[in-house]
C-alpha cells in the first residue's frame, strides 16, 4: 500500500512524461478530416454545392448565347446573290457600276471639243492665267469653277485656288487633268458633255494598277485614300459640251 508520499512524485511524474513524448514526436499528430467529410454547420453553405454552383456560372459565361429565334442575324458586308453578282454594302460603293468606256484618243470627240480642248492647252500652257478668259464665255454660257453660286470673275476665282499668287498652279492643274483620258456622259441630255479626267465617272476601287499611276499624277496617294473612302473622285474636272463651250472647271463630287 502507498502512502501519500509515494503518490506525490507519480503526480509530478505524469506531466513531465508527457511533454518528453511531445518534444520526441512519440504522441500521434490530429488527423485531418478533407471537407467532404466535415460535418455541415447548420446555417451555412455546403462548400461543395458552392463549387459546382460557380463552375455552372463560369460555363454559361463563356458559351456564347444562343441566337433568339426569329431574330435575323446582320447581313454581310460583301455577299453574292443567285447570278454571282457581288454586293458591296460598304459606305461609297455602288450595287451595280456600270463600266464606263475611257477615250484617249481625241479624235473621237466632235471637232468642236477637240477645238477647244486645244485652246484651253495652249492657254494654260502659255502661264498667262488671263489668255483663259477669252474661252470662259459670259452671262449663262460662262464656264462655271465654283459648285454653287456663280462668280463674276471666274479668272479671279481660279488665281484665289491657286497655291500661289499668280495662278500657275492652277494652270498645271489644267493641264494634267485634261491631258489625261476622258469620257462622254449625259448623251441627248441637256448635261450632255466630254469630261476629264475619266476618274471622274469611274469606281476608283476597281482601278487597274496603270490606272492608280495615272491617277497619282493628278493627285496624292493621301488623296486618293480619301477619295476611296468618300466613295468617288473629288479633285478638279473639266467639261466641254458637244458644240465646243467650256462648260465647267471645278473641284469636289
Known amino acids: 500500500m502507498q502512502t501519500g508520499k509515494d503518490k506525490a512524485p507519480r503526480r509530478l511524474m505524469a506531466p513531465l512524461l508527457v511533454a518528453l513524448c511531445v518534444g520526441a514526436g512519440v504522441l500521434p499528430a490530429p488527423v485531418a478530416h478533407a471537407l467532404s467529410e466535415l460535418h455541415k454547420v447548420p446555417g451555412q453553405p455546403d462548400p461543395q454545392a458552392t463549387d459546382q454552383k460557380n463552375s455552372q456560372q463560369q460555363q454559361q459565361t463563356q458559351t456564347p448565347p444562343a441566337t433568339a429565334p426569329g ?3 446582320p447581313d454581310p458586308l460583301v455577299n453574292k446573290d443567285n447570278a454571282g453578282k457581288s454586293t458591296d454594302k460598304t459606305p461609297g460603293a455602288t450595287d451595280d457600276a456600270k463600266p464606263v468606256e475611257v477615250i484617249y484618243d481625241i479624235n473621237k470627240a466632235p471637232e468642236p471639243v477637240r477645238k ?18 477669252p474661252l470662259m464665255g459670259t452671262g449663262a454660257q460662262q464656264t462655271q469653277v465654283t459648285v454653287g453660286e456663280p462668280t463674276d470673275d471666274p479668272i479671279g476665282t ?3 485656288l491657286s ?36 476618274f471622274a465617272e469611274k ?45 465647267f472647271f471645278t473641284a469636289g463630287d
Not at 480642248?117 to 492665267?129: F, K, M, N, T, W
Not at 492652277?170 to 441637256?190: E, K, N, P, R
Open 71 to 73: 431574330v435575323p442575324m
Open 158 to 160: 481660279l488665281k484665289d
Open 203 to 247: 469606281d476608283l476601287k476597281a482601278l487597274t494598277p496603270p490606272e492608280r499611276v495615272e491617277l497619282l499624277r493628278i493627285v496624292t496617294a493621301g488623296d486618293l485614300s480619301d477619295m476611296q473612302e468618300f466613295g468617288g473622285y473629288n479633285f478638279y474636272r473639266l467639261g466641254i459640251t458637244p458644240d465646243g463651250k467650256w462648260k
Open 163 to 198: 497655291g500661289d499668287p499668280d495662278g500657275d498652279e492652277i494652270l498645271a492643274i489644267m493641264l494634267d487633268v485634261i491631258s489625261t483620258g476622258f469620257v462622254h456622259v449625259g448623251a441627248g441630255t441637256s448635261d450632255e458633255a466630254y469630261v476629264w479626267p475619266y
Open 116 to 133: 477647244m480642248r486645244q485652246q484651253i492647252v495652249e492657254a494654260a500652257a502659255s502661264g498667262d492665267l488671263e489668255r483663259l478668259r
